[in-house]
């Protein structure tokens, strides 16, 4: 109803942002890291909050983490209703007015920062990326979600091999190139053990390294 930000700290909690291009400059100064954010790979389910569903990406997105458990991104500090990096929030953040829809359509519009854009030059590290992407693509497990479905399950071992080469890429990079395992969410973005509950399943993965399908009710529950 103002056509000025008041400070209330809604938009913070809703999501975090999704960065443009622009925002290179934030990881260039060293200002943001690959443990602050998170990628969202093109197919990736996630939750469409105009429409209030779930829906896949079109293209690649890289956005700041939100705080486990909520939509509330990282870097709000509720006591004070502020953000802890305000002097260098990412151009969404200073963009977005609230009480303008439209002007919220045109940000969306923008050109959006990848991976290709933070990393092509540091092989062979890239090399493995593009590799991993390329045989863990969310396309790929939507295929072999669907065959899982239309076989009646008896495609499985082509999922658990979906998910045993997903595991080992993620342990290979962190141990190979002293990476954190926080940091695992932008290199090569959400497992595929999380990427599978969309679909109705939880995967547990067993103290031998194996893993352990269950199927999910419609609140979430094993």
Not at 117 to 138: K, M
Not at 183 to 197: K, N, P, T
Not at 201 to 218: A, I, K, Q, Y
Request: proline fraction near 5%; charged fraction near 30%; glycine fraction near 4%.
């Amino acid at each position: 109803t103002r056509p000025y930000c008041v400070r209330c700290g809604t938009c913070c909690t809703k999501g975090s942002p999704t960065l443009l291009s622009e925002d290179i400059i934030l990881f260039n100064r060293d200002l943001l890291k690959p443990s602050d954010v998170i990628t969202v790979r093109k197919g990736e389910w996630v939750r469409a909050h105009a429409q209030d569903r779930l829906e896949p990406t079109e293209k690649e997105l890289i956005k700041i983490r939100e705080v486990p458990g909520s939509t509330a991104c990282i870097f709000f500090e509720p006591e004070g209703k502020s953000c802890s990096i305000y002097d260098a929030r990412p151009l969404q953040c200073r963009q977005q007015e609230c009480w303008d829809p439209q002007d919220c359509d045109e940000i969306r519009d923008q050109a959006v920062l990848n991976r290709a854009a933070l990393l092509s030059e540091t092989r062979p590290l890239w090399d493995i990326i593009l590799r991993h992407e390329e045989r863990c693509s969310c396309e790929e497990l939507a295929r072999v979600m669907a065959k899982l479905g239309a076989t009646r399950g008896q495609a499985v071992e082509e999922l658990l091999e979906l998910l045993r080469f997903d595991q080992h890429v993620r342990s290979f990079i962190k141990e190979n190139f002293r990476l954190a395992a926080e940091a695992m969410d932008f290199f090569l973005g959400r497992s595929l053990s999380q990427a599978v509950e969309p679909y109705g399943l939880r995967v547990v993965e067993e103290p031998d390294g194996s893993f352990l399908l269950t199927m999910l009710d419609d609140a979430g529950d094993q």
